[in-house]
């Protein structure tokens, strides 16, 4: 697939701050499509309990969450300005267990933390990883999620278990994934250490 020219990346970051404020209205109208508290993980038969998840991630962090969960079958996630986290049933149906959603909340988390929603948005309706600022705020909420993690009583080694998962599903994204798993494994051996 042929890269997005510079023009039409500038493009659309003017087209998004457009919309900007049309996309953060309508986070708060989107509406669940499976209920948070008993998702069924396919391989396992055992269910998950998101709404807990979320509101452990949200203690942790001291950040107001909403958690809501579409029918896409894509791996994704993603958050809004005011909190909200989208995630992907794909994305659930390729954790294996609650630390690894907890990790994905806790990422976005981050992303909230460090300020980088917006253009995490712009970032996800390109479905582009080519952006280098994109790969340094993804290592950023990976760092960040893992600690908020850690606080909240899961295991920061999910996060890379999940990572390793998503780079087999991700082909044309090896390097961006190795190198967040690379610097989450170091981070959580000094962090671990502590």
Known sequence: ??????????????????????????????????????????????????????????????????????????????VYPDGTIVLTEGLINLAANDSEIAFVIAHEVGHITMGHYRQEIVYSMLDDLS???????????????????QMAGYDPASAVSLLIKMLETRSDASAYFSERIDTLNHFISQYNKE
């Open 1 to 78: 697939m042929k890269k997005l020219s510079l023009k039409i990346k500038l493009l659309f970051i003017g087209i998004f701050f457009l919309i900007q404020s049309n996309r953060y209205l309508l986070a708060s109208e989107i509406e669940p499509a499976l209920p948070l508290d008993e998702i069924k993980i396919h391989d396992t038969g055992e269910y998950l309990n998101i709404k807990s998840i979320g509101s452990r991630i949200a203690e942790a962090s001291k950040i107001d969450v909403r958690v809501i969960i579409t029918k896409e079958g894509k791996a994704d996630a993603c």
């Open 131 to 149: 952006f280098p600022e994109r790969a340094k705020e993804e290592v950023e909420a990976d760092l960040h999620g893992a600690v908020f993690m």
